[in-house]
């Protein structure tokens, strides 16, 4: 069965540092993942896709991924935090249904 | 403007009561989805419904019930049944069918309290 491990619930970095978000996937075939981005009391937002097309994936509000077959891993990184991103990100996996993970809490320091 | 809306935003449920949240689209999406979230959970699903007339059992189906009469419109019911129905709903869609690398469109979400 296909799933997403998110390492790490909570992830705080300082304003204007590297975020470095962590999610590994399982699965015997080729995924279809996904990054999305909640904010409080809302529900959530495609940040990017991997489409196999390229492995580096750039999405909206400067984020971007790195598809690693070897690894199994689909991080989200971006190189300079906003306190503005401060929310949950979840990583999914898609089979014949969504499936995420159980989210990273990001958290800005000024 | 094309959009997922799910209604009511706050919801509070008695105790033995059955709830319906709404669940509409007008994205022309086939599949939806009713996904419940919890802190430190993540998302997990309920049920889903690939196509009109037809939908499944997700994870976490027990105390929970569905319909999907129409293709814009997928209901939730929790039922008595469901021991601890407090938390945070979401429904999404997506168009499917042959393209697998298409994303889940999300609502708003509904907050379900029972008092």
């Known amino acids: 069965a296909q799933s997403v491990t998110q390492l790490g619930s909570h992830v705080s970095v300082s304003e204007g540092a590297l975020v470095l978000l962590r999610c590994n996937y399982s699965s015997s075939v080729p995924p279809y993942l996904f990054w999305y981005v909640q904010y409080p009391n809302q529900g959530l937002q495609l940040l990017l896709k991997y489409t196999s097309a390229a492995t580096l994936v750039k999405g909206i509000n400067g984020f971007e991924a790195e598809f690693k077959k070897s690894e199994t891993s689909f991080h989200l990184t971006k190189p300079s935090a906003h306190m503005s991103d401060a929310a949950e990100y979840f990583c999914a996996v898609f089979t014949y249904k969504y499936i995420f993970g159980t989210g990273t809490r990001l958290k800005v320091l000024a | 403007d094309g959009g997922i809306t799910q209604s009511p935003k706050y919801l509070f449920r008695k105790e033995g009561q059955n709830v319906t949240l709404s669940c509409e689209q007008n994205l022309n999406h086939d599949a939806m989805y009713w996904y419940r979230q919890d802190p430190g959970q993540g998302l997990r699903l309920i049920y889903y419904?690939?196509?009109?007339?037809?939908?499944q059992k997700g994870d976490i189906a027990e105390g929970y019930s569905v319909s999907r009469e129409k293709k814009e419109s997928f209901p939730l019911t929790v039922t008595s049944a469901q021991k601890n129905p407090t938390a945070f709903y979401l429904c999404?869609?997506?168009?499917?069918?042959?393209?697998?690398?298409?994303?889940?469109?999300f609502g708003q979400g509904t907050r379900l309290t029972v008092v």
């Open positions: 999404a869609s997506s168009i499917h069918g042959a393209n697998l690398n298409t994303e889940a469109f």
């Open positions: 419904s690939q196509i009109v007339n037809d939908f």
